[in-house]
């Protein structure tokens, strides 16, 4: 019997509700607001044919088009403004092209992703954090932008419902005096932001909310840019109209409402609740006629900005990488780091929305009667299936494109290519085809930022994604019936291959799409609970101290890290200390503690992973208790050989110390010193400690790791003695030591010297703490692990013993496997072999994938120089 380590009981809380899952109810009720448009939309356009629409759309008049252009140019200037009055606020002065680039790619991103304040804000911290503005200050900018467009749209919203004329509000289906009453308390909110900045209230907190208050001329110039960008916005759209159309301000109440209803949802930049609440509202417009003003206002209001920004995050790119543009550098490589991610993702996701959406419409038939005399018409039909499986699986994968994810960047590059060839070959669909080349070359140009690496399997998709990719989806299918609404459905019609046959394409398709988004969400639905992040509690720690205390081995000492999740038994006299990697439960060692104690637990970790789906993995294990993990069902593969010198008779005496004896006395000769500091002296000399760490990370290009290695952790360290070399004064290297019960064992964790200590001084460390050892009475000094090391390589030996002696033997621009070994052997050490137990098969190669990437993390985009390297190629000898 075990326990996972949790808090004391004593004191403890009482139990609180579970939290409010707002994610999920957020998304929840998005999709009802899509249900209901679908329902409108259904109710509304029963007799509308798709050609009436492509028809209205061909009458849209070119001079409408140039109006409606110059209102989203003046609505984006606008937004600018909001930028710039939220700086002024701060105190901050950035330059009048920063701002008005951070804005305008914010907004273009925000309105077509949905959820602004969340997609627009991880633009402007991105974009403002690299100018100067800390996370905080670019948090309230982020709120004080929110504000500015919320008291906008509650100024227009509470006019439009005094103003409507009770017709218009009846057609809402909108109770006059309720609407006159929500309208008056709208304008309460402008009234009482104005109200709040003459009287020079700078904030005001309700709860863990604070509203800031500007001065009363920011205010007033921030209610007037949020009027003029809403009223622009809405003459966008209102000069495409035909003039059946209602006065512009009897317009711009429904425009507000639709505006906020699609803000409300969720839905990427609103689409179909915004068409939904026009439909509803303009009953005065013949629908094909709204419908291609609608779709005319969102290529001009919504993508053209889009692609304008792709258009400059691909120019930056490409700006980027020419080496004559030094001058550009500091100014463009922000840019290409945090614009590229968003708008790349922006970009796939609507190239592959509109691929979807093509496999839902009728092809023209000229260009397919052309295209049938080039290519056989099953090729016509797998390419019409081909094209809608990509648009899906581009929809998925622009998640992982925000993310900056390598591989979900070289599977959207080749879709791309293959969306272009399946756009030409289902119906010589040039546009298509031309949108996704632009934005293969958008990503092509910012191939650079996509460099973290990506776990094993997918990555779940949260609420947000999933309501997007459903709605897509939905849209898609919604489309299509609306498309062939004329078509008899039998069940014929799926067996049907026809030149015309664009009903039955779409229905093989939309079944074969729908089915497999139905198959990603069940099999997100029902994998295993995965489990939450846990830390070990100060009482974990002292309990785990305790037993430390009592253990031989010195490398349990890993455990007061704190960066490992604890298993102790239920007589808490022994405990294993694990972390959990992709499906992999990574157990650091052997069980420490009690050995009654030892089975029961690796026998509890193997049930708790069982349970969650996933598989046990124990990392460095020793050879005394491989028969246990083999009881288990485990696979025992080598890892390498740990190092052991005798501290019984060890000196510097003696022909084969004669090295180590030459290097001491320079040391010495050149001034240099050693002792041992504990206790209030450690905590006194931590900065000069940190202030040595810092230098050695800055030198080797590197980052902390966790996990199998220690790390800077000034609680941590505080455990724990510590050897110092002095060059006259100065602190030149230190190493904090692991001593184990009985004098049985020591080792050292961290070792780190300055950039610009004498030559030796890691020699000079390793033998004063080998001689201060031998004196105290330590039997061994453990100098850590060399990966890969004593492998076999006979031609009858396991093929990883074959692969790790190759790796080892010619794997030096990696690591410094032999060189590591041979540092060590110069100390006359013997060796201990270590071992990884993890099941076999498949999962034995996903647990070392695993594995690798815990005991890296935090460096996987860090590459550090060989040639700078110490001896030791690692900050511990316990690598």
């Known amino acids: 019997m075990s326990r996972v380590s949790t808090s004391s009981t004593a004191g403890k809380p009482p139990a609180r509700l579970p939290p409010i899952p707002w994610r999920w109810l957020v998304a929840l009720a998005g999709a009802v607001l899509l249900a209901w448009m679908f329902w409108a939309i259904h109710r509304q356009l029963g007799a509308l044919r798709l050609v009436d629409v492509q028809q209205a ?38 330059s009048a092209t920063r701002t008005c680039l951070a804005s305008f790619v ?31 200050e670019v948090g309230v900018l982020i709120g004080i932008v929110g504000t500015t467009f919320g008291v906008g749209v509650a100024l227009c919203g509470g006019l439009a419902l005094l103003l409507e004329p009770p017709s218009m509000l009846a057609t809402l289906q909108i109770n006059t005096a309720w609407g006159r009453a929500a309208g008056a308390l709208l304008l309460l909110i402008p009234a009482g932001y104005l109200g709040l900045a003459l009287r020079g209230a700078r904030s005001l907190q309700w709860k863990s909310w604070v509203i800031h208050t500007p001065g009363p001329l920011l205010a007033l110039g921030q209610i007037l840019l949020a009027v003029v960008d809403l009223g622009a916005a809405s003459l966008a759209l209102w000069v495409l109209l035909p003039d059946t159309a209602p006065v512009w301000p009897v317009f711009l109440g429904v425009f507000v409402l639709a505006v906020v ?19 509803l509202g303009l009953p005065s417009i013949a629908h094909e006629q709204l419908l291609a003003s609608i779709l005319a206002y969102r290529v001009i209001y919504y993508f053209v900005p889009l692609g304008l920004a792709g258009a400059l995050g691909g120019a930056l790119s ?106 030409l070959l289902k119906g010589v669909d040039v546009e298509e ?104 509690s100060s009482n974990d720690l002292a309990k785990v101290s305790e037993i430390i205390n009592t253990w031989p081995v010195a490398d349990a000492a890993l455990a007061l890290l704190g960066d490992k999740r604890i298993l102790f038994d239920d007589e808490e006299d022994a405990f294993l200390m694990y972390q959990v990697q992709g499906r992999s439960w990574v157990v650091m060692g052997d069980p420490i503690g009690s050995p009654q104690a030892a089975e029961r637990l690796v026998w509890r970790i193997r049930e708790m992973t069982d349970r969650h789906g996933a598989r046990p993995v124990f990392y460095q294990v020793g050879d005394t208790r491989l028969g246990m993990y083999a009881d288990l069902g485990l696979v025992a593969i080598k890892m390498g050989e740990e190092a052991l010198v005798s501290l019984g008779q060890f000196s510097l005496d003696g022909p084969h110390r004669a090295n180590l004896r030459r290097t001491h006395r320079r040391a010495q000769r050149d001034g240099m010193s050693f002792e041992i500091v504990s206790g209030a002296r450690v905590a006194d000399l931590m900065e000069a400690f940190r202030e040595v760490s810092d230098s050695w990370l800055r030198s080797k290009g590197a ?89 076999d390589s006979r031609p009858l030996a396991p093929l990883w013993h074959r692969l790790g002696t190759a790796l080892f033997r010619n794997g030096e621009q990696f690591y410094n496997f032999q060189g590591l070994r041979a540092y060590k052997n110069k100390f006359g050490p013997v060796w201990r072999s270590r071992y990884l137990a993890a099941p076999g098969g498949i999962g034995l190669t996903g647990a070392l994938i695993d594995v690798a990437a815990l005991v890296n993390k935090r460096m996987s985009t860090e590459r550090i120089d060989q040639s700078q390297r110490d001896p030791l190629p690692s900050d511990s000898v316990a690598s």
Request: cysteine-free.
């Open 261 to 279: 209803l699609g803000v409300v949802s969720h839905v990427p930049a609103g689409l179909g609740v915004f068409e939904a609440v026009m439909i």
């Open 106 to 136: 914010a907004t273009a991103i925000g309105n077509n992703v949905g959820v602004a304040l969340v997609s627009a804000g991880a633009v402007r911290m991105r974009l403002y954090s690299n100018w100067g503005l800390s996370a905080s």
């Open 57 to 94: 759309w061909q009458a849209v008049p070119l001079s409408s088009v140039i109006w409606a252009g110059l209102a989203t140019l003046l609505s984006y200037v606008a937004l600018m403004g909001y930028d710039a009055l939220a700086l002024r606020q701060l105190g901050h002065r950035l």
């Open 318 to 423: 490409l700006k980027g990488s020419f080496a004559g543009l030094k001058k550009l550098e500091a100014f463009t490589q922000p840019l290409i780091n945090w614009i590229a991610p968003p708008v790349v993702s922006v970009a796939v996701f609507v190239a592959g929305t509109l691929l979807l959406l093509s496999g839902s419409l009728p092809a023209q038939f000229d260009r397919l009667s052309l295209l049938l005399t080039l290519v056989p018409l099953p090729v016509i039909e797998v390419s019409h299936l081909a094209g809608s499986l990509i648009g899906l699986a581009m929809v998925v994968l622009a998640h992982a494109l925000y993310r900056r994810i390598r591989v979900a960047h070289q599977l959207v590059s080749w879709l791309l290519v293959a969306g272009v060839l399946v756009s």
């Open 703 to 791: 980052h902390e790791k966790g996990f199998s290695l220690g790390r800077f952790d000034e609680p941590y360290l505080r455990h724990f003695r510590f050897g110092v070399v002095k060059h006259g004064d100065q602190i030149v290297a230190f190493a904090n030591l692991w001593t184990a019960d009985g004098k049985g064992e020591l080792s050292i964790d961290l070792m780190r010297h300055r950039p610009d200590a004498p030559d030796g001084t890691m020699d000079f460390l390793f033998t004063e703490l080998m001689l201060w050892g031998a004196h105290e009475g330590y039997a061994f000094f453990n100098l850590g692990m060399a990966p890969l090391a004593g492998l």
């Open 433 to 536: 085809a031309i949108i996704a080349a632009l934005v293969w070359v958008l990503l092509w140009s910012s191939r650079a930022v996509f460099d973290r690496p990506a776990r094993m399997g997918l990555r779940l998709l949260g609420p947000e994604n999933w309501f997007a990719v459903a709605a897509v989806v939905s849209a898609t299918i919604v489309l299509g019936l609306f498309s062939y609404k004329h078509v008899d459905y039998s069940a014929d019609l799926w067996w049907q291959f026809a030149l015309r046959g664009d009903a039955p394409r779409y229905l093989r398709a939309a079944v074969l799409v729908a089915g497999l988004t139905l198959a990603m969400a069940l099999w997100q639905l029902l994998r295993p609970q995965p489990v939450e992040r846990e830390v070990p």
